[in-house]
């Protein structure tokens, strides 16, 4: 019989996936507070002939990498991407964004609290959807590396954008962020097959290998997140954090999550064909009216309505499982698809040679910034079409942002789960209250 774990078990967790998720101290600035000041200035200044948003080579005294763009010793600022958009307008997406996953971590910290707290939440199944929470949470927690500062996880300097390389912060949370991912996944596919048996096939045969399953999902995990980690493939490309580099990206991340996301969107879908189906033949057979072959008819009936019954009972049971999986599926689908359709026009090969729409992008900023203007808004409309779609990126970066609170939505509006609070502090308050009494009648 499972123990509840103590308060102070509890407490160390939380302080752990905190802890954890939170962003460690660096012995240097990401970036330099006083150079960026005294080169960029306002929006109308230039600085050594390069117009702002560009950064002078000489005034700073940087180097170019492979990770900054520069042409004739003036480079593209910083997140790189974000040139071509109105001035702070991705930065202020982000910014909302960022209270939202807080926001989500809050929602999934309280769920992952109540399952472990409370009795009955620690048994196959609930200990998939428990260790869902838990990864869910280290994911949402990433937030945390860049609350108050995304340019911490973003640059190594002015021009050159953050690799684990030359920026230990963007390394150490783009391995949490695939890992964590890769948990998130992985969970969900062991829970998807879970309950497809359980409906489809009325098999408990995944709750029989549920340990060896657990086990396998942190090795693949773990394997998944060190490949890219020892090849040193860990980056900054578009977006609010640092993942796998994009010219590895499908490889290493993207599709190793495919072959699970795939079989799993069609197994899940093959289940809930199966329960509606049986949900509709149940009602035809209930309406039937038929008289003709009466003993056939009763016969089929009840055997339609009693696997009727067993549906709807499991459906009662899952149906906060099912609904985990496929918010889940969906949201995996949304920002794929964003990497594959938007992400993809700003990779570095768009940028080395230049393509013709950068340059034209380029010669506005220059004639717009020598006359004083605020070149970067007046010329973000030459980069509309070759850049990912704002609407886009606002739709697929809130997809994985809202999914701790989906989340509690579908587990923390369950009346049983308030109900097995309260139970639980009477019963805590009850206890304490019984063992004082005691005591003072001993004394």
Known sequence: MNQRPS????????????????????????VDDQAKSSIIGSSLSTNGGCPYPLISLKSTGLLPTNTSFCL?????????????????QIDLVFHVLSVVRVISFICVLIIVVSYIVLPNKREHPAITVLCFNISLLIF????????????????????????????????VQGIVVVFSTFLLI??????????????????NIMQKFHLMSQILVIILSVTFTILPSAMGKISFGFGAVCLVSPDFDKILFWYPLAIFVIPGFLIHFCTFLFIGKSQFMGSLDYHDDSTIDLENSKSSGLLTNVSGQEIVRA????????????????????????????????????????QPWI?????CIFINGMKGMNAQNICSSHAIGNVPKLSHLVVAESATATL????????????????????????????????????????
């Open 140 to 171: 949402t927690g990433v937030t945390f590396f860049y609350v108050g500062d995304i340019r911490k996880i973003q640059c190594a300097d002015l021009i050159n954008q953050a690799t684990m390389r030359n920026n230990a912060l963007c390394g």
């Open 359 to 363: 340059l034209n992008w380029l010669e």
């Open 315 to 354: 459906i009662r049971v899952q149906w906060r499982a099912l609904m985990l999986a496929l918010i889940l599926l969906i949201t995996y689908v949304i920002y794929w698809t964003y990497v594959e359709v938007e992400v993809e026009k700003i990779k570095p090969k768009n940028f080395n040679p230049p």
């Open 404 to 443: 701790g609170i989906c989340i509690f939505i579908i587990f923390g509006t369950s009346v049983d789960l308030w109900t097995e609070w309260k139970l639980y502090f009477i019963n805590k308050f009850s206890s304490v209250s019984s063992r004082n009494s005691s005591e003072s009648t001993l004394v």
């Open 186 to 203: 992985l969970w969900c596919f062991l829970l998807i097959l879970h309950l497809h048996f359980q409906t489809v096939w009325g098999s």
């Open 7 to 30: 308060f102070t078990f509890l407490l160390f967790l939380i302080l752990f996936v905190i802890f954890a998720t939170a962003p460690p101290s660096l012995a240097y600035e990401i």
């Open 72 to 88: 004739n010793d003036c480079c593209l600022s910083c997140p790189i991407a974000n040139n071509f958009y109105k001035e702070n």
